[in-house]
């Protein structure tokens, strides 16, 4: 197990490496799938938040995305790794039915997604980033947080044009509840400024909060870590766990940057041309060959 | 009370200028400072004032290009003087059956902007913009074939597709009236139309629009046009918000429409043809893509400044046309954009531009 | 019988709006706006041809080709003082600028010429009767055809084999690219005004020999309509504008003769309209979604 100094701010829990899988391969002829995934213990006993069973996409012939199995626990840091162009991106589309699966299931704590939309699905529970930000740029930061709360707010075309009671009550709490989000991540006194303007680091931390301000069950961050400088990416891994541990959500992360992956994720995935190539807790993974192979080339790996 | 906030201070400007308005242009009228061709300008300000503002949350706050607005306005007309006429003797009071006019114009237009944002805002860009230009061709023809007329049966309406049938087909009663002649469109339409209804129609509109923007509906239209991907990932019904942007903007134009149509004794359906639409178009972009008072602006200065070029007669157009073209590229040239936005940093007017650039 | 005849216009009539709409297709293609002056260009090539053979006593073929000098010119110098400047403004501005431009070759030409129609000479006249003198298909319609299916073929094989087209293609996919290659960018989108302008030169001849009443408005429906057609057949595919344009003409002279005079306008819409929902970039156009 990865012994780092954020140990300790992983209080829910307890998370042993090396743990036999906790859900056994299901051997009943009944469900075809082998569902081969370590859970934290602490979210053993519960349903997965998300499972993906035999997911896969093919565009115009080429599987990008195949035989994709994954669960992830209720409060788990998950990561999601390989080289450039493994279909990792494509894998958050898909959850995110931004591209619809050519094959598979996907649940979102048990239940399968299969006829929603992306905003059906957002309202379910899965908030993502982009690894190009998406942010609204020519609004302010506030009203990028105001827009991610779009669905805690409950008044209707009539009040907002009549400027009902309704609509000052949600307004003021919303504002209330945005401003708490951006102090999350220091965006506060920036709150007036235009997202656009925002230095890029701070502009990934927006849209995290953004994200994180649609209350979701599971957050799926696309290369959180991108062009930030050391400090800024250990601030963002004290974030992430602080996320999760404050609204005990799961959260599975595209990340490039090694040792954020090695120190908060618990479980990683491993994808390399669209499969899952390996499976496990950080320490498996690293000591993995063929994870090596992949990263390096049989060539690289030969000579470690 | 607390501050007010940027956008909030602006509505309320906007308000108050055009209650301003209102007022220094009724003392004028009242006074006689008014001729009588300025008089008969002012109904139709109001009324394109109306059409910019809510074709502004269409290509503005919604982001999509619409060039068949006038289509709207052309059904709230139509379906406006239809209303005025055919209630004429059941209900006497003028302003009361102007009103009903217009809100069964705003009616139809939103009915009929419903049913074609369902094709149209499945498309994006050019496509939709096409689109609803056939749209407003569409609309012009089909009340190009239209006949209709009232008597004490009530409402007689024909669909003259082949082109063969007048008026007489109608076969109405002893002291029936003829509301619309097909390609005449309407004639001897009893204009009541006013500055005060015009005035009153641009106060709700303004309502209407603002407080739609600054509202979670108005940010997630908002947020569709600035990014329709992250708008989606953040639960946003793209559809749902295109379809309110889209629908309001129509029923408020209709509601322009009914007015417009009423304050003219004839009127034919081809003066809601593609021009029309592209004049409500160019106020909104001279008056700045989403500013709401800017388009109030463009729309009265570009609509008296043909009129008050008719001493150079048949150059009016001209200069309107460079007028136009002069405009565009002085607010887009590259150069002045940044000298500009210079001076606006150095009063310290707003400080955001200033580490956008940094 | 009746209705090989009504095929025939319309063939004539769609090959004069895929003429049109070549030109719209390759500025959209390149500039990626919509040149809403196109249709008055057409005008005023129709005028200079008129004049050239009415004051100069040209020959059709003289008189067309001093029409399509000066409409190159003319798309040139229109591209370079209102469009240039505008390349990195929004698509919007762009638009009201060539709005801009458009009501002023109207009003120029309103000014110089006056209101009255001229009655255009077409540039050929008589007919070639068909099947003992059942179908009459005047030489104007085998002109127009000819003409159509010769610029087509001939840009076709300009965009596909020359140098130039090549550019063309490269700075209509990606202009910093195209530039970092070498290519001249500026030059390449005015060499494509200029080819779209010769064609509305052409088209404006051959409009004017069908419908011989010449107006300063005689270009905008035409624009209009040959812009549907591009669109129709997917804007920037150049086979794309001849099938849309002749695909548009047949629908449109069909639907007069058949259903309704007064509607042919909005059937040959509500048919754009329904193509477009099926397949959202035209007939021949490519979708490309956004990438996430």
Request: charged content about 15%; some cysteine; aromatic content about 8%.
């Amino acid at each position: 197990m990865t012994e780092g100094s954020l140990k300790n701010m992983n209080p829910p829990g307890t998370w042993e490496a090396g743990t036999p899988p906790t859900i056994k391969v299901k051997k009943d002829p009944l469900v075809p799938v082998t569902r081969t995934s370590y859970l934290p213990e602490r979210d053993a006993d519960k349903t997965p938040i998300l499972e993906c069973i035999d997911l896969g996409i093919t565009f115009g012939g080429l599987k990008a995305v195949d035989n994709f199995n994954v669960a992830i626990g209720r409060t788990e840091i998950a990561g999601l790794i390989g080289p450039n162009g493994a279909g990792k991106t494509t894998i958050f589309n898909l959850l995110t039915k931004v591209y619809q699966p050519t094959h598979g299931t996907i649940l979102l704590d048990g239940k399968d997604i299969a006829t929603m939309s992306t905003a059906q699905v957002n309202r379910a529970g899965i908030a993502r980033t982009f690894q190009n930000i998406r942010l609204f740029h020519n609004q302010t930061v506030l009203d990028n947080v105001l827009i991610g709360l779009h669905n805690e707010m409950d008044y209707g075309m009539g009040s907002a044009i009549l400027r009902l009671p309704g609509y000052w009550r949600a307004e003021r709490i919303a504002k209330e509840r945005a401003m708490e989000y951006l102090s999350l991540f220091h965006l506060d006194q920036h709150a007036m400024d235009l997202a656009g303007s925002l230095p890029y680091g701070a502009q990934r931390r927006l849209e995290i909060a953004r994200a994180l301000a649609t209350n979701p069950s599971l957050l799926l961050l696309d290369e959180p870590a991108a062009g930030m400088n050391p400090s800024e990416t250990a601030e963002l891994m004290e974030n992430i766990v602080k996320i999760r541990d404050t609204f005990h959500i799961a959260v599975l992360l595209i990340e490039h940057d090694m040792s954020l992956v090695m120190n908060i994720c618990e479980g990683i995935v491993v994808l390399n041309f669209g499969r899952i190539i390996c499976k496990g807790t950080p320490d498996e993974i690293r000591s993995n060959p063929a994870v090596i192979e992949a990263y390096l080339g049989r060539k690289g790996a030969k000579k470690l | 009370m607390k501050k007010l906030s940027k956008g909030a201070r602006t509505d309320l400007l906007t308000y108050a200028g055009v209650i301003i308005a209102f007022i220094i242009v009724s003392v004028l009228k009242a006074n006689g400072g008014l001729n009588r061709s300025q008089t008969g300008l002012l109904v139709p300000i109001c009324c394109y004032i109306v059409m910019a503002v809510s074709l502004n949350l269409t290509v503005g706050i919604l982001g999509d290009l619409s060039l068949g607005h006038a289509g709207f306005m052309s059904v709230g007309a139509f379906s406006g003087i239809i209303t005025a006429m055919s209630l004429a003797n059941v209900i006497p009071s003028a302003p009361v059956r102007l009103m009903l006019a217009m809100i069964v114009g705003a009616f139809f237009a939103a009915v009929i902007g419903f049913l074609i944002g369902i094709p149209v805002l499945r498309l994006t860009g050019d496509y939709l913009a096409i689109v609803t230009l056939a749209f407003g061709e569409i609309i012009k023809e089909l009340i190009t074939c239209l006949l209709v007329g009232v008597d004490s049966e009530g409402l007689h309406i024909i669909f003259n597709v082949s082109g063969s049938k007048t008026a007489n087909d109608l076969n109405l009663l002893e002291g029936g009236k003829v509301i619309i002649k097909g390609a005449q469109g309407a004639t001897g339409t009893k204009t009541i139309a006013s500055f005060t209804a015009g005035f009153i129609l641009i106060m709700i509109t303004l309502v209407i629009v603002q407080n739609l923007i600054r509202s979670r509906q108005g940010r997630a239209i908002m947020a569709v046009r600035d990014n329709r991907i992250a708008a989606e990932s953040v639960g946003i019904n793209v559809t749902k918000y295109k379809m309110m942007a889209f629908v309001t903007s129509a029923a408020l134009a209709g509601a322009a429409g009914a007015l417009f149509g009423l304050n003219y004794s004839n009127l034919a359906a081809t003066k809601f043809d593609f021009n029309t639409s592209i004049l409500v178009l160019v106020f909104v972009v001279l008056g700045g893509l989403g500013n709401i008072w800017g388009s109030i602006i463009a729309t009265v200065v570009l609509y008296i400044l043909p009129e008050a070029l008719r001493g150079f007669a048949s150059y009016r157009m001209l200069i309107y046309a460079i007028v136009l073209i002069v405009v565009m590229l002085t607010t887009n040239n590259p150069v002045l954009k940044t000298w500009r936005e210079e001076l606006r940093s150095k009063f310290g007017k707003n400080k955001n531009k200033e580490a956008k650039d940094a | 019988m009746k209705f090989l005849a009504y095929l025939v216009s319309g063939i004539s009539l769609g090959s004069i709006y895929a003429i049109i709409a070549l030109g719209y297709t390759m500025v959209y293609g390149i500039a990626k706006m919509l040149n809403f002056a196109h249709g008055d260009v057409i005008m005023i090539g129709g005028y200079v041809s008129y004049l050239a053979a009415k004051n100069l006593g040209a020959s059709p073929l003289v008189s067309v080709l001093i029409a399509m000098a000066v409409c190159t010119v003319l798309g040139i110098t229109i591209e370079a003082l209102a469009y240039r400047p505008l390349r990195s403004a929004p698509s919007l501005a762009v638009l009201i600028t060539a709005i801009g431009v458009s009501y002023f070759l109207q009003n120029s030409a309103l000014l110089i010429w006056g209101a009255n129609p001229k009655a255009y000479t077409p540039v050929i006249s008589g007919t070639l009767q068909l099947f003992d003198g059942q179908l009459s298909v005047s030489y104007i319609s085998i002109l127009t055809v000819a003409c159509c299916i010769v610029i087509m073929v001939g840009l076709t094989l300009f965009t596909g084999k020359t140098k130039m087209g090549k550019a063309m293609r490269a700075c209509s996919e990606d202009k910093g690219a195209a530039q970092l290659m070498g290519i001249n960018v500026n030059r390449t989108i005015s060499l494509t005004f200029a080819i779209g302008s010769a064609l509305a030169a052409i088209a404006g001849a051959l409009l004017c020999s069908f419908s011989p009443a010449l107006m300063p408005t005689t270009g905008s429906m035409p624009g209009i309509k040959a812009f549907t057609a591009a669109v129709f057949g997917g804007i920037g595919s150049i086979p794309g504008a001849f099938l849309g344009g002749i695909l548009l003409g047949v629908i449109e002279a069909l639907a007069r003769a058949y259903i309704s005079t007064q509607l042919s306008n909005s059937i040959v819409f509500a048919v754009l309209i329904i193509v477009l929902l099926v397949r959202p970039a035209g007939l021949l156009g490519k979708y490309t979604q956004e990438k996430v």
